[in-house]
């Protein structure tokens, strides 16, 4: 049996791009960057960001790009411009781009439980 050994990385998104970020960010939940890696096991370790309200944006992602939320229901769409969303709640936009960049199998709940947002 593997010991599991979770350290705490804490990273800055002062000035660096959203899916950038990201992809570092699920790249250590997953535990891609230890030796011991097993894609059926979790070995993430825990991720601290600081600093998202200085996220950065290339283009016109401000102004065009949408997060998109569907409940399921006929006329169930909730559409919000990310400019409004970094203003209300900027961590939500980090953890869209991070859940989507882990694998869609059980433990990607748990490997989001490790990523502290500040």
């Not at 016109?60 to 919000?80: A, C, D, F």
């Amino acid at each position: 049996m593997i010991k599991i050994e979770r350290k705490i990385h804490k990273l800055d998104a002062a000035n660096q791009a959203t899916g950038r970020l990201a992809s570092q960010i699920a790249l250590i939940l997953r535990g891609k960057n230890k030796p011991e890696y097993q894609p059926n096991l979790d070995l993430g370790d825990i991720v601290e960001v600081i600093n998202i309200k200085l996220l950065k944006f290339t283009g016109k992602k401000l102004e065009q790009k949408e997060h998109i939320r569907y409940s399921g229901h006929q006329g169930g769409i909730k559409r919000i411009k990310i400019n409004d969303l970094l203003k209300n709640n900027p961590g939500k936009i980090l953890q869209h781009a991070v859940r989507e960049m882990l694998p869609p199998t059980r433990l990607r709940n748990n490997m989001m439980k490790r990523l502290i947002i500040k």
